[in-house]
Every structure is written in structure tokens, then in C-alpha cells.
């Protein structure tokens, strides 16, 4: 920036001051190296690439829009070789600077990053009371004994002694699939907790270098071990290098990627649609930028490795991991409504749990009474809220490792649904981390995944589209945990209009009839509440409650105002069943307010909240509609009446006389482009009237080109008066065509004929970490696996790639519906529509279920051992005298080391760590270290009871030594060493040098001979631990004061066993 031509660049480029009014046109990424700048301070950019990156396309777009003389040509194409230079010396310098680092520090720095020790994001909690708000960091609150529900201290003050009314929690705060609580909940069962705990990175030693490594660093999976009991080595990836540079051959024969994952017809298309669409861009950008464009500028440098002709390739792999099928669960009130319409006694309506002869059951029901077949609305037909419930999950391979960016859960409502929702399709939730190469292709990306959903649902017969454009607030997630803090939210304006451009693109390309929102398509044409699609997790099912109980309020006369919490609503006994909203009721509503358009009372109340965000809520037609009955045309011939828009001269004259005559005329009669779809017997009835329309039409066009001639022939149009002109005998020209099918013309052939609808043929995919948004979410937060950084993001996807191929995995419990047991072996059979259902393999052969079952393999699995923060303080506490050095020493005590069938601890430095209090997978780090005195006399206390060995973990082999309960097998192993190594400072064997100068301490230590000795104390634990386990000679063993120790052994158990040989007569005795 500092440099002769650098001023040139550091600010952007002014169009207007340079007088190039063309720049923007051909540059259509501008940069400058302020805002890289300021982009540097404001820590946007997470790698060295993507900073090269922009600083590259600042030259480069200089060099793109001079000529080759130009003197700015010139220089940026000097700056960026010695950009190009400098960037290369300081990453060699950084290489070398770590390389010294990790050579000075192998022992407690991370091999692969560079770090220490890292903690996780703490997980949300939110009161499950009535503030329902999210609970603060380092504030205590109260919880129920399996952490389902918490509770804030404001609400648990408030709350009455004695049980608690389960009605008043929410639905399920639990995502994992468990079963809710069945038992009485008491206020004085409830645990009081703080809300401070943070987990840290655990660690693994690498089996080949015996480096350690953070497990997220190394991709190593703790699961895969766990589950399978034979304990693999771990090789780091500089070990792996090697041995594949030496011709190993991989242990791995299938790796996990997404690739890999079944294939669906709707993921194959949509897939397609993404990959095309990125390489039309691609090749549009590469020959924009001419020779110049090259993969690294783009942001692709993660993808591709350097060549002189770099082929574009994403890497894009794209998966259905979800196709279930569920019920909605209708809220009471609603359901009360549609029980009063169709005359039904039934009035739990979304239960997904009913019997065969009930109304609102998902199985149809044989009418065989003859007069029941007359009735035109069945009940059955109209209460039918079942969807497909589908997720599509976006992989990218980066630096070789899939990486999971993007999700998307869709709603599909079938022929089978009710009315409401039949042939509907809903963009439920999406979610995505900016970890996308190349970035600038992002939105693009997201865009054509939502496209290609919108297609193969048309495809498939779906007529219209909703979605909802919410963002979401500040520190909460959709789908993905805990994403990276440069990440923009984007605000509810912005999300809009990345919808709107989004689908009027789609309505140009042909895949969208014509776009609208809930405020015009239903209260504006004046449909009742009833009519309104009611989908799961939607705006309308949680504010429609609220207005109902108002409507209600107002009809009992309560409260007008209809301010009441919907949760005291919940308290109260049933109310009267209220009839629905009825044409009937028109004209007495018109009465008290002719002004109203819709007169149904819960719409009027929705009008208020819907209309100033109605634009938030899109609702797409797939199809095109009939412009008469309101019916869509879906694969079947129909005719089309539009507008045909006038030559420039003739639009302009048009356009001012609206302007002159727009005030005196209602809007009606303005004339607008429209364009209208008729089904064929809609055309029929009205043929002769649309005729007529066109001839009209075409009158009122000649007539605008001969206003046109007079105001030309006027030579003043700005002076023209039109006061002789009327503006209803303007019109645009009308023209009326037939098409085959909307398959046909989205296709771009019109004369194709024999377009059919595709069936679904893809297969049922059920999936228990994608069950639903929440339970991915949960499943995150359970297992830490998080996505604001670009490593931890790796090992997250593979994690979640490793679930979806072993189903059963996630180590959730459940219980069966019939005999409550949990489940923990065989197999687990589950429905999808009915909540929380769950079969064991007995009860799946007795028991006839109305809905299909899903079979998943359960596999009992412990779960990883995360040490938190709370727990690492405590144990620094104890380990060291030296709050300096035991932090810094200490960072790696949540280590686990996996390999050779042994689970073990991370290296620790014996002189700050206390064997005594290292925390095992069985043993917290709170277990009280054996008691030993520090003068020189020593004194053992009788060993403790082992705790028994958990039933997956492996037996350790004959030859190694009994692991004890409070001490690291491995420092035993370096104690033994030591005792007998010559080598002196020769030795390479771990740590033998630290545990040498140990034992001299114990023997030359003259603290103690004024107070106890802290180091001392650790020493003689490590000593008497050995001893205690030791089976050499006694005149065999090497070790430092073991015969002494053992002999103090012998001598106690002696002494014990006399105690209780004199205590047994006086028992006889007595």
C-alpha cells in the first residue's frame, strides 16, 4: 500500500471520478486493499488463501480492464509478482517458526495445529418454565435427574412445592429421541446446577511417533473405537505420509465419504442441477477474466491442486439422508375448529396415535353403510395431515475431507392429505457454514439446491410452494451448531430479497407460474382460517392459538382485548366447541364494518399481525392456476391469456396518460400486463367471452398507437394534453394461447405431448440424527460436534458420515411403547407418524401397528468422556504448588489415548502432575488420591476396591501390568524404566529423563525436613501405587523402595487380619 503505485489501489475504484462508466460492467468483483484491510481488522479472513485470494483479484481486475501499455497495467502486474514473493518467503519463515515450536514443545503442543489445550462452545440451555428464555452463562438453575428440563431460578422460586403439571412443559425439549417422563416430577427432585461447564479438545498419542495430537486435529474417531472393541493403532497424518511414501498399503479400505452414502433420484437431480450450474458459471468467470482467470483467485485453492490448465471441479457431493413419513401435530383449538366443520365427535386431531375407527386415523376406513357414502365431505379425507418428511444434506470435499455446508428439511404433502395442505410442498428449515470453495459461488450453490428440490417436486405433481423467510435471531442455530463467528446472519429484509431474486429467476427460467404471498391468496380473496395450509413448525399453527382463544374470549365476552398468555390457556378447563367461521356470517360482520374484506373473525384479527410482513411468507404455484376455478392444472392442456407488452415509444405514451388520468379513475380500470391460466372446461364455458376480450383488447391497442402518432406529430410530447383521451380505452395488447402441459412448456419444448408426471419411487430413508432439525441440533450439542472452525468442521462431518452409514450408533436410549423396557440390544422399531414410538423385537411380533415401522440396529456404546473446565480447575488445584506452571502443564489432562487396545492417558510432566489424581473413563477427576504421608517414613494405607471394568471396554492383555483406578498405567511403565536405565541423558525413551530427575528429588529433597513436600507426596504415591501391583522377587524389582513398601504392605494386612480374628470370638460371644 506504501509503495509508488500503491495509492492507486488502496481505495475502491470511483467509476464517475476516473470517468470509465463501464468498470462495474466488466469487473464484477471489485476490490481494493483498504477493504482488505479493513477486512484484516475486523478478522474476516480464517486462512492465509482467502486473504492471497482478494489480494489477487485487486490486481487482477486492474490488469483485466487496462491494455497491456497501460502504466496501471504495468505496475499492478509488478505488484502482485512481488506480492506473489513476499507471500511465498513468509510462509517458508512461518513453517520454520512452527517447525522450531513443535521441536522445543513435542510434549504439550498439538503436532498437526500448533495449539494447546482448546474448550468447546457451551451448550444453550433455555428454561423450560413459564419465561421460557434462554439461561445465562454462570447463573445457576434447577434441572430434573435426566437434564430433559431445566429451569431458570426465577421460575423455580415461583414454583409451587410438590409435583409438578407435566402439561405446562414444552412438547419435547429432549431431541435425542428419548422417551418423556412417565413418573411424577417433584420440585424437591429437581437439581440445582450451574451453568458454567465448559468441555475441552480431548487428545490422542500417535501409535507411530508417540506425538500427540487433538483427536478433531487428527480426524480420529473415539466412536468407531468404542463400538468395536478392538482398539486400532492411531497414525498421525505425518506417519501416515510416510508409510504410504514407503509403499504401506491403507488400513482404511473404506473410507468415509459421502460419495458413498445411497443415491436417490431426487438427489441425483438435484445434484446434476448444482454441478451444471456451477461449471456455466465457472466458465463464464474463466472467460471474463481471459488467461488471467485462474482457480487459486477464485477462492478454489482448497479444491485444486496448481497446474498450468486447472480443470474445474466442486467436489459437490449431494444426499437425501432423511424420507420419512409424519403426522402434523394439530394444536387443540385448531383441531376443536375443524371437529365443529365436519361435524365430528373427535377432537384430538393430531395425535399421531388413534385407532382404526377413529376420524381423525391416518389408515382408511370402509364406509359400508350406503347413506354414509352420499356425504360429500368425509371427515377422514379432510383431516388427514400426513407428510414426507425429507433432508438433503450438501457435501464438499476440502483439503480431501468431505465437509458437510449445507442442509435443507422440505414438508411434502401428498394426494392423501387434507385438503388444506394436499399437493403442497414446504421449505421447512436451511442452514449453511461459509466453509463453500469458491466462495463467490455460494448463493449460487444454496439457490440451485432449493431450485432443484422445487423442480422434482413439480415434476412429481406438487402445484404450489410455501416458504417462510425468517431469519434467525442473534446466537441462535437452525440446524448447524455453533457456526463461525465472521458469519453473517442476514436481517429479515435481506433474507427476503434473497428469496424474491431467488424465485422471480425461477419464474423467468419457467420452473415458477406466478409468485404471491398468505396475505393476498387467502385473506384477500376471502377464505377462512380453516383454509389456510397448516404445516408443522409454521407461523400460522403457533400464532392461530392465540387468536382462536381471542375469538373466543370475545364470543364468552372476557376480554376483548384478548391479552391472556396462551400458557394460562393451557390451565383452563376445555371451552365450548365454536362454530367455525361461516359464509353465513358475512352479513351481520358487514354490518358493523363494511370496510373489512375478509369477514372471518380470526382472519380479521390475522389481517393486523399478517399485513405489514406479508412479504415474508411466499406461496409459489408450480403449476399454473385457473384464473376461474382456482384449480391447479397440473399435466394437462390449458390456455394462457397475457398481455403483450408495446414498443418503447407507444409504452412511454401510456405510461404519462396514467399519470394524467390515474387520480380520476379506480385502479380497476387502469390499464396492467397480467397474465391468466384457464383449464380446459373453464376455457369452454368462457370461450366466447375471452373472444371478445382479445378483440377488445386489440381496439384499445391501435388506438394507443395512434395517441402515440398525435403526440409525436405534436413535436412537443412533454407539453401534450391528453384531457380529450380516456384512459379505459387504452388497452394492452391480449393474446390467447394453447399449451399441451406446464411439464411441457418448463421443458422448453411445447410440442411434446407425452409428458408425465414421475412417480416417487425413492425408498422410505429413516435416519435418527437427521430425524428432525432438533435432534440434529441436539445431537451436535451432545457430542461437541461444531462447525466454527474449518478443522473441527472435518471432524463434525465425519462424525456425522460415520453415523449415517452405522444407524444406531448415537448412543440414545429408548424405551418400548408396550412393556417400557429400555432398549439395549436387537432391534428397535420405530413410527415415524406416532410420537415418541418405539418397539422391542417381542413386543414388534405381538403388536399390529396402523403405520409402517422402521427397524434400527441398536448397539450399546459408551459415551466419550469429556472433562470439563470445572472438573480440569479442580484437578489443577491439587496437582502443583504453582499456579504458573500447573496451567500450563495441565491443558492436556483430558487426554485419551487410543491404541494397542489400551485407553490411556496424554504424557503428562511428572513434576507438576499428581499420578495420584488423573482422572480415568471410569474414574472422574473428583476420586480422592490414596493417602500417604510425606516424611521419610513411609506409610501406605490399604488399596480401595477397583471399580468393575465397563462391559465394552477391552481386557487388557496378560502381558501388560493391572491398570489402577487412580493412576496412568503409562507412568508406571516409565517408573520401571527409569529405575533400571544406563543411558543416562542418551536415553530417547518417553519422559525417562523427567522421571530420572524425579526420583532424585525423592532421594536428595531437604524440604521436608521443614514442612511436606508436595512433590514428594506425588512421588510416594507413584511409588506405593507400584508396589502395590508389583509381581517381581522382592530382591528383583528395581524400583525405588518397593521391597520397603511391599513389606509395609504384608505387615498391615497382617496386623488387619488379627483384628479380625479377635473381633470374631466377641461376635460369637454376643
Not at 378483440?695 to 407539453?719: M, N
Request: proline fraction near 7%; glycine fraction near 4%.
Amino acid at each position: 500500500m506504501e509503495t509508488e503505485h500503491g495509492w492507486a489501489f488502496n481505495q475502491p475504484v470511483d467509476p464517475v471520478q476516473w470517468n470509465i462508466p463501464d468498470y462495474l460492467e466488466v469487473i464484477k468483483c471489485p476490490m481494493d486493499l483498504g477493504t482488505i484491510k479493513k477486512r484484516l481488522e475486523a478478522e474476516h479472513y480464517v486462512s492465509v488463501d482467502s486473504f492471497a485470494s482478494d489480494v489477487r483479484l485487486t490486481f487482477e481486475n486492474c490488469i483485466a480492464y487496462n491494455s497491456s501499455t497501460n502504466k496501471f497495467n504495468i505496475a499492478a502486474k509488478q505488484l502482485l509478482a512481488k506480492f506473489e514473493k513476499n507471500l511465498a518467503e513468509l510462509k517458508s519463515a512461518l513453517e520454520d517458526e512452527l517447525s522450531k515450536r513443535c521441536t522445543l514443545r513435542r510434549e504439550e503442543m498439538c503436532q498437526l495445529c500448533g495449539g494447546d489445550s482448546f474448550k468447546f462452545a457451551p451448550c444453550m440451555l433455555f428454561c423450560s418454565g413459564p419465561c421460557a428464555g434462554r439461561i445465562r452463562r454462570h447463573t445457576h438453575y434447577y434441572s430434573d435427574p435426566r437434564g430433559e428440563y431445566h429451569w431458570c431460578s426465577a421460575c423455580y422460586k415461583q414454583m409451587k412445592d410438590g409435583p409438578l403439571d407435566m402439561s405446562l412443559l414444552p412438547a419435547s425439549t429432549n431431541a435425542s429421541g428419548e422417551e418423556p417422563l412417565k413418573t411424577v416430577l417433584l420440585k424437591a427432585h429437581l437439581l440445582k446446577k450451574k451453568n458454567s461447564e465448559v468441555a475441552e479438545e480431548p487428545w490422542v498419542e500417535c501409535d507411530s511417533c508417540n506425538l500427540w495430537y487433538h483427536q478433531i486435529c487428527g480426524l480420529f474417531n473415539e466412536r468407531n473405537h468404542a463400538i468395536s472393541g478392538e482398539q486400532e493403532p492411531f497414525v498421525c497424518p505425518f506417519c501416515t505420509k510416510k508409510q504410504r511414501q514407503r509403499g504401506v498399503p491403507m488400513t482404511t479400505k473404506q473410507p468415509l465419504k459421502a460419495s458413498r452414502l445411497p443415491t436417490t433420484r431426487m438427489a441425483s437431480r438435484i445434484e446434476k442441477r448444482v454441478v451444471d450450474a456451477l461449471a456455466k458459471a465457472q466458465e463464464e468467470e474463466l472467460s471474463r477474466l481471459g488467461s488471467l482467470g485462474n482457480i487459486d483467485s477464485d477462492g478454489g485453492s482448497a479444491l485444486h491442486p496448481k497446474s498450468e490448465n486447472p480443470q474445474p471441479s466442486f467436489a459437490i457431493t449431494i444426499r437425501e439422508v432423511l424420507s420419512v413419513d409424519k403426522q402434523v401435530q394439530m394444536k387443540p383449538r385448531m383441531a376443536k375448529l375443524f371437529a365443529a366443520k365436519y361435524n365430528s365427535k373427535t377432537t384430538d386431531l393430531g395425535a399421531g396415535k388413534r385407532s382404526k375407527n377413529e376420524p381423525g386415523a391416518v389408515k382408511k376406513v370402509k364406509v359400508e353403510d350406503g347413506r354414509a357414502k352420499k356425504v360429500t365431505k368425509k371427515p377422514l379425507e379432510n383431516l388427514d395431515l400426513t407428510y414426507r418428511s425429507r433432508c438433503i444434506c450438501v457435501f464438499q470435499e476440502l483439503d480431501g475431507v468431505d465437509v458437510l455446508i449445507f442442509t435443507l428439511y422440505v414438508q411434502e404433502y401428498g394426494e392423501n392429505c387434507a385438503e388444506l395442505n394436499r399437493g403442497r410442498v414446504y421449505i421447512s428449515y436451511l442452514d449453511s457454514v461459509a466453509y463453500f470453495q469458491p466462495k463467490k459461488f455460494r448463493v449460487l450453490m444454496h439457490q440451485q439446491v432449493i431450485l432443484g428440490f422445487l423442480d422434482d417436486a413439480k415434476q412429481r405433481g406438487y402445484h404450489t410452494a410455501h416458504i417462510w423467510s425468517c431469519p434467525p435471531l442473534k446466537g441462535d442455530d437452525y440446524i448447524f451448531f455453533c457456526k463461525p463467528e465472521n458469519q453473517k446472519i442476514p436481517k429479515a429484509a435481506r433474507l427476503r430479497s434473497w428469496y424474491s431474486k431467488l424465485l422471480q429467476g425461477a419464474k423467468k427460467e419457467g420452473l415458477v407460474y406466478n409468485l404471491s404471498n398468505l396475505y393476498a391468496e387467502y385473506y384477500l380473496k376471502k377464505k377462512t382460517a380453516l383454509e389456510l395450509p397448516y404445516f408443522e413448525g409454521d407461523y400460522w399453527p403457533r400464532l392461530a392459538e392465540d387468536l382462536i382463544k381471542q375469538v373466543e374470549d370475545k364470543q364468552n365476552g372476557k376480554a376483548a382485548s384478548g391479552k391472556t398468555s396462551s400458557r394460562q390457556s393451557k390451565t383452563e378447563e376445555a371451552a365450548p366447541a365454536v362454530s367455525p367461521p361461516a359464509a353465513t356470517d358475512a352479513p351481520v360482520e358487514a354490518k358493523k364494518s363494511k370496510a373489512e374484506i375478509n369477514h372471518d373473525p380470526i382472519m380479521q384479527k390475522l389481517k393486523a399481525i399478517l399485513e405489514p410482513q406479508k412479504e415474508d411468507f411466499f406461496v409459489v404455484d408450480l403449476h399454473p392456476k385457473c384464473h376461474k376455478c382456482s384449480n391447479a392444472i397440473i399435466n394437462k392442456p390449458y390456455w394462457t391469456l397475457k398481455t403483450i407488452a408495446p414498443n418503447d415509444a407507444v409504452n412511454n405514451v401510456i405510461e404519462s396518460l396514467k399519470k394524467a388520468k390515474s387520480s380520476q379513475l379506480k385502479s380497476s380500470m387502469i390499464p396492467r400486463h397480467y397474465q391468466h391460466y384457464y383449464c380446459q372446461p373453464c376455457y369452454e364455458a368462457s370461450k366466447s367471452n375471452l373472444a371478445a376480450r382479445v378483440e377488445a383488447a386489440s381496439v384499445g391497442a391501435k388506438k394507443a398507437v395512434e395517441l402515440q402518432a398525435q403526440v409525436q406529430s405534436s413535436g412537443d410530447p412533454a407539453t401534450f394534453s391528453y384531457a380529450a383521451t380516456e384512459l379505459q380505452d387504452i388497452k394492452y395488447e391480449l393474446c390467447l394461447t394453447s399449451v399441451s402441459s406446464s411439464l411441457a412448456q418448463s421443458s422448453g419444448d411445447e410440442s411434446m405431448t407425452d409428458c408425465a408426471l414421475e412417480p416417487d419411487e425413492d425408498p422410505l430413508m429413516p435416519c435418527e440424527i437427521f430425524d428432525t432439525r432438533e435432534a440434529f441440533l441436539m445431537y451436535c450439542q451432545n457430542n461437541h460436534c461444531q462447525f466454527d472452525q474449518i478443522r473441527r468442521s472435518k471432524h463434525s462431518s465425519m462424525m456425522v458420515l460415520y453415523h449415517l452409514f452405522n444407524q444406531g450408533t448415537t448412543g440414545f436410549t429408548f424405551s418400548c411403547a408396550k412393556c417400557s423396557i429400555t432398549l439395549t440390544s436387537g432391534h428397535r422399531w420405530n413410527c415415524s407418524i406416532c410420537l415418541n414410538f418405539n418397539l422391542c423385537d417381542g413386543c414388534r411380533l405381538k403388536t399390529k401397528h396402523e403405520h409402517p415401522l422402521h427397524a434400527f440396529h441398536i448397539v450399546s456404546i459408551p459415551q466419550p468422556k469429556y472433562k470439563t473446565s470445572a472438573e480440569t480447575d479442580a484437578l489443577n488445584a491439587r496437582s502443583t504448588p504453582a499456579p504458573v506452571q500447573q496451567k500450563k502443564k495441565q491443558k492436556k489432562q483430558p487426554a485419551v489415548k487410543k491404541g494397542k487396545g489400551n485407553s490411556k492417558k496424554p504424557k503428562t510432566e511428572v513434576i507438576h502432575a499428581s499420578p495420584a489424581t488423573i482422572a480415568t473413563p471410569e474414574t472422574p477427576a473428583s476420586t480422592p488420591s490414596t493417602s500417604v504421608a510425606a516424611t521419610p517414613v513411609i506409610k501406605v494405607e490399604n488399596p480401595p476396591a477397583a471399580a468393575p471394568p465397563a462391559p465394552t471396554r477391552p481386557t487388557p492383555s496378560a502381558s501388560q501390568p493391572p491398570q489402577h483406578p487412580h493412576i496412568d498405567p503409562q507412568l508406571l511403565i516409565q517408573l520401571e524404566h527409569a529405575s533400571t536405565c544406563q543411558l543416562g541423558e542418551d536415553c530417547s525413551y518417553t519422559n525417562c529423563y523427567k522421571m530420572r530427575a524425579m526420583l532424585k528429588h525423592g532421594a536428595t529433597c531437604e524440604a521436608r525436613k521443614v514442612g511436606p513436600c508436595q512433590l514428594c507426596k506425588r512421588i510416594v504415591g507413584l511409588l506405593s501405587t507400584h508396589a502395590k501391583q508389583c509381581k517381581k522377587a522382592v530382591d528383583e524389582c528395581k524400583v525405588p523402595r518397593c521391597a520397603e513398601i511391599r513389606k509395609l504392605l504384608l505387615h498391615q494386612q497382617q496386623q488387619q487380619r488379627m483384628e479380625a480374628m479377635k473381633m470374631e470370638p466377641n461376635e460369637t460371644t454376643s
